[in-house]
């Protein structure tokens, strides 16, 4: 079967994996070198320095490309030196449009890194795309989605996104953390790159930092290989190495923090101390029809409040859990919580934060992959203690 005939269960396992020319090694080996003899000046096997390619970080890359149905794929040091790739392709005077629930890594990397040189950021509320219009101007290079949103939840529309770039000739990027391929995949919507922190899903095992750039456009993909090459942030052969081994089992692992995240959201939307549950995939969540159009599921992320609003019943429930570990981070097999307003969006000024839905009360839950009843009963117990 040709690979780009593939089925998404089979391409995790095979697109961009052959076993090894030296030895026919199935997995791909740890190519653990710097360096790579030369023949002569020029005649060589493909590779020459490992912060320009690396054989495990290749097939991780051709992986990566091939479940966003996109060509080009490269791998950084983090989410974040994926995002600090992209944004080095503006010009002092650029200027972007962005979400105003991003992510706070994000927001912070816009904000006081970029901003420093030139480059202004614009945060409006995204699920409705007339804000996104009225923030055009000339000046206007680069349209910066994250669906679903963190912590909120909220979805964009891509097609819509990608409607409006085109025709003011934007490029548009997608931050695709929270579906992974498995559940949504931009560049068939429209978009231009896509985005992950694949520290999060695709990783899958919270063992690895790391970030990936996919895209279709040839252009596109020089500048980038461009620039990844010339900064450096690439990530090493042994995380490539674990990220390989941790996607083989994205289609199964999704599948089951979907599942238990769907018993988690109705739960805890049908408990009496809880007030506010965000998940996109109640019927009467803003957007729930446009997730349904352009994800397959609605991943294991839920974001919820107290009644009260009360910052120390939110300490005191996160402090209580058996199951569900306080921590930073999400999408790996164990289930975690977080506190976003003092965590993950602590960098995002307290009126903006909290203007945007980011409040002391919220819990961000990633739901991990463990028995079902583990978890509803150790969000009983917390819960009972308020």
Excluded at 211 to 222: M, T, V
Excluded at 314 to 319: F, G, K, L, T
Excluded at 336 to 353: D, G, N, Q, V
Aim: with cysteine.
């Amino acid at each position: 079967m040709a690979k780009d005939k593939m089925r998404f269960g089979t391409k995790v396992i095979h697109a961009g994996i052959e076993p090894d020319s030296a030895t026919g090694a199935v997995m791909t080996p740890i190519y653990q070198t710097s360096t790579y003899a030369q023949k002569s000046l020029g005649n060589h096997k493909g590779f020459e320095y490992s912060r320009t390619s690396n054989p495990t970080r290749k097939a991780l890359e051709d992986n990566i490309a091939a479940l966003e149905n996109g060509k080009y794929g490269l791998c950084f040091a983090s989410g974040l030196a994926a995002i600090d790739a992209v944004l080095k392709t503006l010009n002092s005077g650029d200027e972007v449009i962005s979400t105003n629930d991003l992510y706070g890594g994000s927001y912070r990397l816009f904000t006081k890194i970029f901003e420093n040189f030139g480059i202004k950021f614009h945060f409006v509320p995204m699920h409705d795309m007339t804000a996104v219009e009225e923030a055009i101007n000339a000046n206007t290079k680069l349209i910066w989605v994250e669906t679903p949103t963190n912590p909120m939840m909220n979805i964009i529309d891509i097609k819509a996104a990608s409607t409006i770039s085109k025709k003011h000739d934007l490029i548009l990027v997608v931050d695709n953390t929270f579906s992974t391929p498995y559940l949504q995949r931009p560049l068939d919507l429209g978009a231009d790159i896509v985005m992950h922190s694949i520290t999060k899903y695709m990783g899958g095992h919270s063992d690895v930092i790391m970030g990936a750039l996919i895209c279709k456009d040839d252009k596109i993909a020089k500048k980038l290989y461009f620039i990844q090459n010339s900064s450096g942030a690439v990530c090493g052969p042994q995380d490539s190495f674990l990220v390989l081994r941790g996607i083989k089992t994205l289609h199964l692992r999704m599948q089951r923090h979907c599942e238990n995240g769907a018993e988690i959201a109705h739960y805890l939307r049908n408990h009496s101390k809880v007030n506010k549950v965000y998940w996109p995939g109640f019927e009467d969540h803003p957007n729930h029809h446009i997730a349904k159009e352009q994800m397959s599921g609605f991943s294991g992320i839920i974001s919820f409040t107290m009644n009260g609003d009360s910052l120390d019943d939110a300490n005191m429930v996160m402090s209580s859990f058996n199951v569900f570990t306080l921590a930073e981070s999400l999408g790996g097999v164990e289930s975690l919580c977080c506190h976003p307003a003092s965590m993950t969006h602590a960098a995002i000024p307290k009126e903006e934060r909290e203007k945007a839905g980011v409040v002391p009360s919220l819990i961000r839950l990633s739901v991990g992959v463990e028995d079902i009843e583990d978890l509803k009963e150790d969000l009983e117990q917390a819960l009972a203690l308020i």
